[in-house]
């Protein structure tokens, strides 16, 4: 899966499989997550969010588990 870094000051790269509907996110810190079924409509959400860090607490954090 192909990441594309993002300017956030949490999140340093994240990417999207749509035919898996699977999401990566790589943090800041050094931490990557998978997220399972995940509509495109959320990682666009997320790549376009003007704060990324809100966006992933208010749609991602603690949805979508593998």
């Known amino acids: 899966m192909?990441?594309?870094p993002v300017?956030?000051?949490?999140i340093s790269a994240v990417g999207y499989d749509?035919?898996?509907m699977r999401m990566k996110i790589r943090f800041i810190e050094g931490h990557t997550y998978d997220f399972c079924?995940?509509?495109e409509s959320v990682f666009?959400?997320?790549l376009?969010?003007?704060s990324k860090g809100r966006?992933?607490?208010d749609q991602i954090r603690d949805r979508?588990?593998?």
């Open 2 to 4: 192909e990441m594309v």
């Open 7 to 10: 300017s956030s000051s949490a």
């Open 18 to 20: 749509s035919s898996a």
């Open 37 to 39: 079924r995940v509509p």
């Open 44 to 46: 666009k959400g997320l």
């Open 48 to 50: 376009y969010a003007a």
């Open 55 to 57: 966006y992933y607490n």
């Open 64 to 66: 979508y588990q593998c």
